[in-house]
């Protein structure tokens, strides 16, 4: 009955709920005694760990940093020795960890839009040897392949003293590949240098080249251009400094191989299981990219008459690629997190030279928050460069 | 997955709210019924389970000890197995009561991480293993190899300062499962494998063929293993402490397995008050009276357990060297039992 009083003075009716019951209100409170649990609770887990520590008087802090590491890690990017500090120890397993994702990622999306493209193919050979690929591949747990690759470097490739030699200059030997380099003279650097000019020119080239297109309609052969412009100034540069050829081939001198390029079984094993693993799961989402683009599309671009090649290129991939980049993202949020396997293989990635730390200071609360801060860095930055890379692609409208 | 593992032990000092500290394992142990003791994984003569899942080992018997000591019954023990990185974590966080896991005590362990350690169990010293082919002689030649290591190990640093002061360079690869590490070894991933000599002994003796490989007879460091546990609990430490001191004055006083119920009729009052049948040390302790006649009893002398696990009639053929009684030319040695 009240309902019915209520209904016909509406005006008043508003105000009259009592504080209680506002909905507006009621959200903020409740927003505000979740903020506060959780709050609370955070409070009470630091303190009380920190109790919990001292009661036990283990060290705490990050004083650790600056203290010797006295330990040796195999193979890193910058110079590193057992007299180092913790800090630097850890920061070449930063950098081993960077590099193992950042060249997987790269491998990985080649392979997988290979393997996707492949998995439409209209051969029935080449769609099923990429299907079979695919569910092998992701079936099979990652910490399995690891071993597996790992043990085919030691246990199949013959020990340093007869390596086997299959090019000249490539060694492959259970010590890993050894490959011959060109020796170091100034000219690279130049070469490096008009590398960078060359790719910035072309970015120039290509806004101006879409700006004339629009005006005039005439198509500019950008594609050869570009190339042209990027391999030809290094090399132009190259034969103007000399024309350096000297490599630094590698040697058998003791143990191991000097000189020269080294891939470790470690490093090898850890990139191949990576890269073939997520591979599979990435040419999935490529093929559902294509897929989701209909087949109208593809017969109005004929009817136009477009070549073959542009339609890929100016109707489907740019919407394809819409549908592919969030879900490629997360793999290769999952291939730099996988790379913390690499313990397991003994590659010094930023885990395995954490836990040493963790070991030897014994300070694990520290060692597993510093893992959990460089990891959650390295995913964010990754889906802050993706999402920015999307919203570019999805801003295309047609 | 380890780190996952990891991440768990660590989770679990965040956790929990000062329960099992300062003079509380003993009470807490006994409210379970069984003590929970951190072992290797898998290290042959130590710690590793035998082809019908029984645990077997020097570290393994001073866990039984322990449980001899506390329930009067070896079987009330529960074993953890544990990769080197993992072992001190998990004492501190009160997933095992105590660590038996070929531990070397240093002073950073002492102090730092929170840690007491009982009596040394066994005296070692840092070694290499090498092929026989690589024709090796002595450990200064090893200039530029590949060594595998486990982590978190006081090997780690040994080997690197021994390389730095030799002027040397050497390359480590660095596997945390024992098993791992030693498949990559036998397969000519590294030139040689250096870890405490006893654990060398045990590579050995599970390599395909034991007798391609050799010990080098450099030992480049001291390594005391002794069982470990938390800083700052008294009457567990002596618990865990007398346990191991226990098999070492048995064997002092020429007390086995075999010969301890004719043991009991003795006479020399040195046996009588060890043996219980003179009341006292058990109170001390807070045990009961007759503990260290079951610890004899039920596991055995140190020289016992010794040769049961590592001597010369197993696969590990080590001779006692350091390891005997002080009067025999060793260092074992065992304060009075009064």
């Known amino acids: 009955m009240r309902n019915s009083n ?27 005694l979740t903020i506060g649990m959780v709050v609370l609770l955070g409070y009470y887990l630091f303190s009380n760990t920190v109790t919990n520590l001292k009661r036990q008087s283990i060290a705490t802090g990050f004083g650790f940093f600056e203290k010797e590491a006295s330990f040796e890690i195999g193979e890193s990017l910058i110079p590193y020795s057992a007299a180092d500090t913790y800090g630097k120890a850890l920061f070449v397993g930063i950098l081993n ?21 492949a998995r439409l193919s209209k051969n029935w050979l080449v769609s099923k040897l990429a299907a079979v690929y695919i569910e092998v591949m992701q079936d099979i747990p990652i910490l399995l392949q690891l071993f597996f690759w790992y043990s085919f470097f030691y246990d199949i490739l013959p020990p340093t003293r007869e390596a086997l030699e299959p090019m000249k200059g490539v060694f492959m030997s259970n ?15 130049y070469m490096a240098i008009s590398f960078i000019v060359g790719c910035i020119a072309v970015y120039f080239l290509r806004k101006w080249a879409k700006k004339r297109q629009e005006k005039t309609g005439q198509i500019f052969p950008l594609f050869l251009c570009s190339i042209a412009i990027i391999l030809g100034l290094p090399l132009v540069t190259w034969l103007f400094s000399g024309a350096p050829h000297r490599m630094n081939v590698p040697e058998l001198v003791g143990f191991n191989f000097q000189g020269g390029l080294n891939i470790s079984p470690e490093f090898g094993a850890l990139l191949l299981g990576l890269v073939l693993y997520t591979a599979a799961f990435v040419a999935e989402i490529v093929r559902a990219g294509i897929q989701a683009v209909s087949k109208g599309q593809t017969e109005a671009a004929m009817a136009i008459g477009l070549k073959p090649g542009q339609i890929l290129n100016l109707v489907i991939l740019p919407q394809a690629l819409r549908v ?7 793999q290769m949020l999952n291939l730099t997190k996988n790379s913390s396997l690499a313990v397991a293989i003994g590659f010094p990635d930023f885990v395995s030279v954490a836990s040493t730390t963790i070991n030897q200071t014994g300070q694990a609360i520290e060692g597993i928050t510093m893992i959990m801060v460089v990891y959650l860095c390295f995913s964010l930055l990754t889906s802050f460069f993706m999402n920015w890379y999307n919203k570019k692609m999805a801003l295309v409208e047609r | 997955m380890k780190l996952f593992k990891l991440c768990l032990v660590v989770g679990i000092v965040f956790a929990i709210s000062g329960v099992a500290f300062a003079g509380q394992t003993f009470d807490s142990v ?23 899942g029984v645990w077997r080992g020097l570290d393994v018997d001073t866990a039984r000890a322990i449980a ?13 197995p544990l990769t080197a990185v993992q072992r001190f974590t998990a004492l501190q966080a009160g997933e095992i009561d105590v660590l038996c896991r070929n531990a070397t005590q240093t002073l950073g ?51 690197a300062d021994y390389f730095r002061t030799n002027n040397m360079k050497m390359k480590p690869v660095v596997i945390e499962s024992n098993v791992e590490l030693n498949k990559a070894f036998f397969a000519g991933r590294c030139d040689c494998m250096t870890s405490d000599a006893s654990q060398l002994a045990s590579v050995r003796a599970v390599a395909p063929n034991p007798d391609d490989y050799m010990i080098l007879p450099d030992i480049i460091s001291k390594e005391p293993l002794a069982p470990a546990v938390r ?16 098999m070492i004055e048995a064997e002092d006083l020429g007390i086995t397995s075999k010969n301890i119920d004719e043991m009991l009729k003795s006479k020399n009052p040195l046996i009588m008050r060890f043996l219980g049948v003179t009341s006292g040390n058990g109170k001390a302790l807070g045990l009961s009276e007759n503990w260290a006649y079951n610890i004899i009893k039920q596991v055995g002398n140190y020289a016992e357990v010794f040769e049961r696990n590592v001597g010369k009639n197993t696969p590990l053929k080590l001779e006692r060297g350091l390891n005997a009684l002080w009067k025999d030319g060793g260092i074992m040695y065992s304060p009075p039992f009064k």
Do not use: M
Not at chain 1, 109 to 116: A, E
Not at chain 1, 175 to 189: D, N, Q, S
Not at chain 2, 231 to 246: C, E, P, T
């Open chain 1, 6 to 32: 209520n209904s016909s003075s509406t005006g008043n009716a508003e105000q009259k709920i009592p504080l209680l019951n506002d909905p507006k209100i009621r959200s903020i409170v409740y927003q505000i």
């Open chain 1, 97 to 117: 960890t960077v590099k193992v994702a950042f060249i997987g990622i790269v491998l990985t999306v080649i392979l997988g839009t290979f393997l996707g493209i």
């Open chain 1, 175 to 189: 010590r890993g590949l050894a490959f011959a380099i060109p020796e170091a003279h100034p000219a690279y650097k």
């Open chain 1, 324 to 330: 592919i980049i969030p879900p490629l993202t997360s």
């Open chain 2, 30 to 52: 006994k409210a379970k019924g069984f003590v929970q003791v951190g072992v290797n994984e898998g290290l042959f003569g130590f710690g590793k389970p035998d082809e019908k």
């Open chain 2, 68 to 80: 001899v000591a506390v329930f009067g019954d070896a079987s009330k023990v529960k074993f953890i």
């Open chain 2, 109 to 159: 362990r002492d102090t730092e991480l929170g840690l007491d350690f009982a009596q040394v169990n066994y005296y070692d010293g840092q070694g290499f293993l090498v092929p026989k082919k690589l024709k090796i002689k002595r450990a200064k030649e090893l200039d530029g190899a590949t060594i595998c290591v486990l982590p978190g190990t006081t090997t780690e640093l040994n080997v």
């Open chain 2, 231 to 246: 800083h700052g609990d008294n009457q567990w430490k002596d618990i865990v402490n007398y346990s191991v001191l226990a």
